[in-house]
Every structure is written in C-alpha cells, then in structure tokens.
C-alpha cells in the first residue's frame, strides 16, 4: 500500500471510500465516490452542489485511499479549495481537479497522523497538477513548526534552494524525466519546469519527510502560507516508499495512461 494517497479517481478496486467531502453554497457537506468506470460521480457531486452560475463546490476533505485514514482537510471555508465553480466541474485536460487559489489562501492539511513522523525511510513522490505560470513564487508541501520543512518553491528566476536542507536529495522529475537535484536545482529551474499553466506530473524521489509534523500534529500542508500558496489545480498525489512496488516507471506509467500527460 501507499504510504497516503489522494484522486479523483478510483486508484484501487479494494478501496471502499469516497473521494472527497464537498460543501455547497448552502453548507450543506456531502461525500462524493465514484462512479462505475472508477472517475469521480459527478453526477452526484453536480446534484449536490446544483448547476446555476451562483453554485460553487468547495473541498472539506480529500480523503486518503491508502486505507490509512491520512485524509487531507479544510474546515476554515475560506481557505477551501474549489472543485466546482458556477455550477460547472473544474477539470484539467478533461478530467476532473481540485483549484487551488493562492490568493485566497486555500490549503488542504494532514492533522495528527503519524505515517511520515519520523520515518526515515525515503520516499517517492508522485503528483499530477497544472500550475499557472504567473505565480511567480509559490510552495507545493510544508510541514513541521511554523512550516521549518518544505518542498518544490518555484519562484521566476530566483537561484535559492527549493527545497529545505532536512528533506534529503531529491531527484526531480517531470513527465518522466530528471530535471535535476537537491543542491543543483533552483527555484527558477522548477518555475520553469512546472509553472506552465499545463498539466504536469510531478515525481520527486529519494524524499525525507521524518520532519513533516509539529506539536500540534500538523504533519503536512498541502500549498503553503501567506504569499506562498500555488495558483493552479491538482488531480493526484501519491506517497509510496521508495523500497516498495510499483516501481517509478510503472507508477509514471500507470498515471500517465490515465491522464494523457504527456
């Protein structure tokens, strides 16, 4: 199994759950699944939230398909993440995403789980999203103590490191192929790399996340803090040992055939 894994799609037939718990305009929640193809019901997501210009969709929770209860939230409305907007699905390259607006500080959080505390096993990676290229500095995961660990700024043309010092050598990959390592890759590199305003998917190996908790049992923040939040849409995001099946290829692979990526 994944170390904690999150779509809006169905990534295992042994998974039970749902995929996401959706408030509408009237704050009124309700978990969404999927449908028989194993793509997300939105059919019932639409019914729920209504299909008029005024109808929005907002994410409480990304619940986690790993089995492990890892479950990303959002209980500020304010800062929750948009998955229907005027009554439409938001979609990336025809399947349904998840809208992330920095500018309002959206954000999905994982609170008092252990699964990556003090695990030093390393860890791959693997998220599919589409950022906007003018988000010029920008933050995809933090965690620990006021966010004192972080992964993958992109920021326009900035030499600075991308990654904190605790989060181990990572090897960055886009669409399959290395665009570089800790120590070598910069902000600017992975600006360029992944603010494209196209879909991407994202693989980012040999990562430590023993540091991603703090007292308060925040382990991991998906987006980050004031002028730091990513403006784009994410569709997946999967953790797995690095040690464990799939492989990379075969994790790429699987990802790829469903989404079109590239």
Not at 72 to 93: F, K, R, W, Y
Not at 175 to 185: A, E, L, R, Y
Request: aromatic share 10%.
């Amino acid at each position: 199994n994944a170390l904690a894994a999150f779509s809006l799609r169905k990534l295992r037939t042994a998974y039970t759950g749902d995929a996401i718990q959706v408030r509408n305009a009237s704050n009124i929640d309700a978990d969404i699944g999927f449908d028989s193809d194993g793509n997300l019901d939105t059919g019932t997501l639409l019914g729920h939230t209504g299909i008029g210009g005024s109808d929005y969709g907002y994410i409480q929770t990304w619940y986690d398909q790993s089995g492990g209860g890892n479950d990303l939230t959002q209980t500020a409305d304010a800062n929750q993440p948009i998955i229907v907007n005027a009554g439409s699905v938001n979609t990336t390259n025809g399947k349904s995403s998840i809208s992330m607006d920095g500018a309002v500080g959206t954000q999905l959080n994982m609170v008092g789980s252990s699964v990556f505390k003090a695990n030093t096993d390393e860890v791959n990676h693997y998220s599919v999203q589409n950022i906007n290229n003018s988000d010029a500095l920008s933050l995809f995961a933090q965690g620990g103590s006021h966010g004192s660990v972080y992964y993958m700024v992109w920021e326009d043309s900035a030499t600075s490191t991308a990654t904190s010092a605790n989060c181990g050598t990572i090897i960055y990959y886009k669409n399959g192929s290395s665009v570089g390592t800790t120590g070598t890759i910069t902000r600017g590199t992975l600006f360029t790399q992944f603010a494209t305003s196209t879909q991407t998917l994202a693989t980012l190996t040999d990562l430590d996340m023993q540091y991603f908790t703090d007292a308060a049992g925040q382990q991991f923040e998906l987006s980050g803090y004031p002028s730091y939040e990513f403006i784009g849409d994410i569709q997946e995001l999967i953790f797995w040992r690095g040690s464990d099946l799939p492989t990379q290829a075969d994790a790429e692979s699987n990802i790829n055939s469903y989404y079109s990526i590239y």
